[in-house]
T-cell receptor
Framework: SAVISQKPSRDICQRGTSLTIQCQVD?????MFWYRQQPGQSLTLIAT?????????ESGFVIDKFPISRPNLTFSTLTVSNMSPEDSSIYLC????????????????FGSGTRLTVV | DAKTTQPTSMDCAEGRAANLPCNHS???????VYWYRQIHSQGPQYIIH???NNETNEMASLIITEDRKSSTLILPHATLRDTAVYYC????????????????FGKGTKLSVKP
């Protein structure tokens, strides 16, 4: 499976500021996904980031609030802009592995997440 | 993608088998059953997946009923480190040239393994 390095692992930020989260993959991947996990909740997809094109956002998420960059096939960033306490969540990136056939269990790999607290 | 229904929580004694059920009565013929788990403060981890045959790997076994409307994830000898939220996800196959897109997570089952 691909190995993902996600930074920072956690941060405490002031409301009104912005935080950029980085996701580095050890291999080239076409699709990268950004999820949000609010306290006590399941994962919700924010957007899909393909290299060379605009990110595709899910309903309820907009580019002005969560701008995404995807400069190459191994890296992506998610920015949480103009933060409020409601943005306090864990943010995770995920990639679709293409190493090996489906019968060998290839699928999605997730980063360890960024735990964001907005005060 | 088909919806799934899982119990909110389950307990299991350490060393015993943990059997986690999942209902997916609206599953389509080309949809697989995937299981992931999320240990506290970590990202989700792939466990196993299958289409219609039972599957086994080093982590778990997956039993899918003949009509494919439900499945059971089996951890044969649960340990304290298996305490996690387990997600059953149904979707079309992830393959090179085929379906794109994300995984849709439900609420999962919180498994607590107790000494």
């Amino acid at each position: 499976s691909a190995v993902i390095s996600q930074k920072p692992s956690r941060d405490i930020c002031q409301r009104g500021t912005s935080l950029t989260i980085q996701c580095q993959v050890d291999s080239q991947v076409t699709m990268m996904f950004w999820y949000r996990q609010q306290p006590g909740q399941s994962l919700t997809l924010i957007a899909t980031a393909n290299q060379g094109s605009e990110a595709t956002y899910e309903s309820g998420f907009v580019i002005d609030k969560f701008p995404i960059s995807r400069p190459n096939l191994t890296f992506s960033t998610l920015t949480v802009s103009n933060m409020s306490p409601e943005d306090s969540s864990i943010y995770l990136c995920s990639v679709l592995n293409r190493r090996g056939p489906p019968s060998k269990g290839y699928g999605y790999t997730f980063g360890s997440g960024t735990r964001l607290t907005v005060v | 993608d088909a919806k799934t229904t899982q119990p909110t929580s389950m307990d299991c004694a350490e060393g015993r088998a943990a059997n986690l059920p999942c209902n997916h009565s609206t599953i389509s013929g080309n949809e697989y059953v995937y299981w992931y788990r999320q240990i506290h403060s970590q990202g989700p981890q792939y466990i196993i997946h299958g289409l219609k045959n039972n599957e086994t790997n080093e982590m778990a076994s997956l039993i899918i009923t003949e009509d494919r409307k439900s499945s059971t994830l089996i951890l044969p000898h649960a340990t304290l480190r298996d305490t996690a939220v387990y997600y059953c996800i149904v979707r079309v196959a992830l393959n090179y040239g085929g379906s794109q897109g994300n995984l849709i997570f439900g609420k999962g089952t919180k498994l607590s393994v107790k000494p």
